[in-house]
C-alpha cells in the first residue's frame, strides 16, 4: 500500500560501520526517492556516532541484540530480557500510534526479541496489528547434533522454534512474511516455522561505475573494514601487518580502523601504529574513523580484493555483509578464512575467491599471491539465486504487502 508507514526494528544497529548502517542508509536514500515514510529505530549505543539523518534513524532499544557472545542464554535470563525488548516495543507502539496500516520490519532477531514482539502483538490482538516482515540475519540453528559443537546449535534451534512458532501464530498468514538472505538459513528457518521462508535481496547499494580501474599497475587490497571485532580475525591481521608488506611490495595495502567503533576499546595502541606502518611503508595506507556511505562504496571501488580473515568457529554459521559487498562488484575478489559461511557461499555461487587457512601466515600468503597474479576479472555466474540476492534490498522491503 503506498500510504503505509515502514518502521524498521533493528537492536542490532549500533554503529554505522555495519551492515546495519549500510541497510538503513540505503532503505532512507530509497524511501526518500520515493516519497515512501520510513523510520528505523535502532540501539541506544548508537547515539554516540549518530551522523545527520534527519530524525529517521533514532536510537530506541537499551535491550541488546548481541548476548553472551552468540551463545545460548540460561532461560531466565532469556526471559527477562524478552520482558524488557516487550515493554520497549510497547512504547514504540504507543510513541508511533502503530496500526494494521502500518509495516513493521525486524531487521535483527534473537529468540529473545522474537519472543518480545510476540508477546506485544499477541496483547495487540490479530485485527489491529500492523503487517510484520521478520528477517532471519542470524543462525536458526539445527535440529541435528553431530557433534559436541553442535550442541549450542541446538540449543538455538529448540529456543528460535519456540519463539518463532509463537510469534507465527500472533497474526494471520496474510500479514506476516518470514525472510531470509541465503540457501542456508531458508532451509534452517523452514525447518522452525509452517510458514514459508523467502530469500530476500542481499544488496543495498547497486554497482556503481569504476572510474580508471584497469589502468593501474599495482593491485590494491583491503584487509579490513567496518566494526572492530574480535572474531573478525582482527589479532592475525595486525600481527602479520609488516609481514605482507614486505612480501607483497607491488600490492598496495589499505585498512579501515573506526575509531568511533566500541571494539577500539580493546586496541588501545592500535592507531598509533598503524599511523607509524602508513609512514614506513608507501604500500600502505590506513584510513580512520567513520566512512560516510559516499567514502565506504569509493573504497571498495578502489580495490580488486578484500580480506575476510573471519574466525571459523564464530563465522561457521555466520553471515557477512562485507561478502555481498563484493558480490555485487564485477572486479572485486574475496579472500576469506576457511570453514566459514563466506566460503561455502562463494562455493554455491559458483564465485572465483581465494581461501587460506585461519591464523596460518604462509596459507594466506599463498592465497593472496594467487589473487595477485591473477587476472583482474570477476567470473559472473547468473544463477537464478544470485539474482535474487543482488537485486536492492530496500525496493524488496518498500514492494511487500
Same mark, same amino acid.
Given at each position: 500500500m503506498a500510504d503505509s508507514r515502514y518502521f524498521v526494528i533493528d537492536p542490532g544497529f549500533e554503529d554505522f560501520d555495519s551492515h546495519h548502517g549500510v541497510v538503513a542508509? &540505503?532503505?532512507?536514500?530509497?524511501?526518500?526517492?520515493?516519497?515512501? %515514510?520510513?523510520? $528505523?529505530? &535502532?540501539?541506544q549505543k548508537l547515539a554516540t556516532s549518530l551522523k545527520d539523518v534527519e530524525g529517521k534513524i533514532i536510537p530506541f532499544f537499551a535491550t541488546p541484540c548481541y548476548t553472551n557472545n552468540l551463545e545460548p542464554l540460561p532461560a531466565a535470563k532469556e526471559n527477562q530480557l524478552a520482558e524488557d525488548f516487550q515493554r520497549e516495543l510497547s512504547h514504540f507502539f504507543l510513541k508511533f500510534n502503530i496500526n494494521e496500516d502500518d509495516v513493521v520490519v525486524l531487521h535483527t532477531g534473537f529468540s529473545h526479541l522474537f519472543l518480545g514482539l510476540a508477546k506485544v502483538l499477541n496483547n495487540i490482538g490479530k485485527q489491529h496489528a500492523p503487517r510484520l516482515i521478520v528477517c532471519g540475519m542470524f543462525d536458526p540453528g539445527s535440529m541435528l547434533i553431530d557433534s559436541i559443537d553442535e550442541i549450542s546449535r541446538f540449543s538455538w534451534f529448540i529456543k528460535n522454534r519456540l519463539s518463532l512458532t509463537y510469534l507465527e501464530n500472533t497474526l494471520p498468514s496474510e500479514k506476516i512474511m518470514f525472510a531470509t538472505s541465503c540457501n542456508e538459513y531458508k532451509f534452517g528457518y523452514q525447518a522452525l516455522l509452517n510458514s514459508p521462508v523467502f530469500i530476500h535481496p542481499a544488496i543495498n547499494y547497486q554497482p556503481t561505475k569504476r572510474v580508471g580501474v584497469g589502468h593501474k599497475d599495482k593491485k590494491a587490497l583491503l584487509l579490513f573494514v567496518g566494526s572492530v571485532k574480535k572474531d573478525k580475525g582482527i589479532d592475525f591481521i595486525f600481527r602479520n601487518l609488516e609481514c605482507l608488506f614486505k612480501e607483497f611490495p607491488n600490492v598496495d595495502f589499505v585498512l579501515h580502523w573506526n575509531t568511533n567503533s566500541p571494539g577500539v576499546r580493546g586496541y588501545k595502541d592500535a592507531e598509533s601504529k598503524l599511523n607509524s606502518l602508513s609512514h614506513q611503508f608507501n604500500n600502505f595506507e590506513a584510513l580512520f574513523g567513520t566512512l560516510s556511505t559516499k567514502r565506504y562504496e569509493l573504497l571498495f571501488d578502489s580495490v580488486q580484493g578484500v580480506v575476510a580473515s573471519y574466525v571459523p568457529s564464530s563465522y561457521r554459521h555466520k553471515t557477512s555483509g562485507i561478502f555481498w559487498d563484493v558480490l555485487r562488484r564485477t572486479d572485486c575478489n574475496l579472500l576469506c578464512s576457511n570453514g566459514t559461511w563466506l566460503e561455502r557461499e562463494s562455493s554455491s555461487l559458483g564465485e572465483r575467491a581465494y581461501f587460506f587457512d585461519?591464523?596460518?601466515?604462509?596459507?594466506?600468503?599463498? &592465497?593472496?599471491?594467487?589473487? /595477485?597474479?591473477?587476472?583482474? $576479472?570477476? /567470473?559472473?555466474? %547468473?544463477? &537464478?539465486?544470485?539474482?535474487?540476492?543482488?537485486?536492492?534490498?530496500? /525496493?524488496?522491503?518498500l514492494s511487500q504487502f
Open positions: 542508509e &540505503a532503505l532512507l536514500q530509497y524511501s526518500h526517492s520515493r516519497g515512501r %515514510p520510513v523510520t $528505523v529505530l &535502532a540501539s585461519y591464523g596460518d601466515i604462509d596459507s594466506m600468503i599463498r &592465497a593472496i599471491s594467487e589473487w /595477485e597474479y591473477s587476472e583482474n $576479472v570477476v /567470473e559472473v555466474n %547468473p544463477t &537464478a539465486y544470485k539474482e535474487i540476492i543482488c537485486k536492492s534490498f530496500s /525496493e524488496w522491503v
